[in-house]
């Protein structure tokens, strides 16, 4: 469907770009991403993804967060319906924002995986967030935390530092890697993405699967063929 007057101008940044096109807007807002995770990147993370005219975005939480963030991203752009609930009905992109590599979001990923879906992924530890667009084959997110050196001890939340710290980064670094992909514009990052303000650590991350690791070996199930 072509991009209404309205439309052109809301994402005339957009459209003045030369990577950009019409049919890049058009691709955003006919996409429906699911989120899944609160706090302070995600909230960011879904202003950000609105901003840039993803149509339709689910929120897996129906915490007052994330209900109030819904209410201020449909405020901040009329095209982009943005809900609050349970995770239901088809997905073009996932994101995961976890504050711990459990095995529900192990599943998650390898669910994304098996159906073809991109997945990206923000996991912290100690203060800091691991950025991830997830492959099959790909090291699981316990296996990415302990390549970082977050180990067990490790207390502090990377929301506690606030939108000025890795929180401030992850929510729009995970933005971009889905409103590119999307969009059709360029190749999604290969290695994980380290985001630790306090070190002053932005770093690569290209760590491989453990064999002795059944979390990784969940994540290098290959999806059935058609």
Same mark, same amino acid.
């Not at 990147?41 to 129906?62: D, H, K, M, N, P």
């Not at 290695?191 to 770093?203: K, M």
């Given at each position: 469907m072509p991009l209404r007057d309205d439309q052109i101008k809301r994402y005339s940044r957009h459209l003045l770009m030369r990577e950009f096109s019409g049919a890049a807007q058009e691709r955003l807002l006919r996409s429906r991403v699911r989120i899944h995770g609160t706090g302070s990147?995600?909230? /960011?993370?879904? /202003?950000? /993804?609105?901003?840039?005219? !993803?149509? &339709?975005? %689910?929120?897996?939480?129906?915490?007052?967060?994330? !209900?109030?963030?819904?209410r201020r991203a449909r405020a901040l752009n009329p095209d982009a319906a943005v809900t609050a609930g349970a995770a239901r009905g088809p997905a073009d992109f996932v994101i995961d924002f976890a504050r711990k590599a459990d095995s529900a979001l192990v599943r998650r990923i390898a669910a994304s995986l098996r159906a073809g879906v991109p997945h990206v992924l923000s996991v912290s530890g100690a203060g800091a967030a691991i950025v991830k667009r997830y492959r099959e084959g790909d090291a699981c997110p316990a296996c990415l935390l302990r390549a970082a050196g977050f180990g067990p001890g490790d207390r502090v939340e990377v929301e506690d530092l606030g939108a000025a710290g890795a929180a401030g980064a992850a929510g729009p670094a995970v933005a971009a890697i889905a409103t590119l992909e999307?969009? +059709?514009? +360029? &190749?999604?990052?290969?290695?994980?993405?380290?985001?630790?303000? %306090?070190?002053? %650590?932005?770093?690569d991350l290209d760590v491989r699967p453990s064999p002795a690791c059944a979390a990784c070996a969940a994540l290098a199930t290959r999806r059935p063929s058609p």
């Open positions: 990147s995600a909230e /960011l993370c879904v /202003l950000y /993804l609105a901003a840039a005219g !993803v149509g &339709s975005i %689910r929120l897996a939480s129906r915490t007052a967060s994330a !209900v109030d963030v819904a999307i969009a +059709g514009i +360029g &190749s999604p990052p290969s290695a994980a993405v380290l985001i630790d303000p %306090r070190r002053a %650590r932005f770093e």
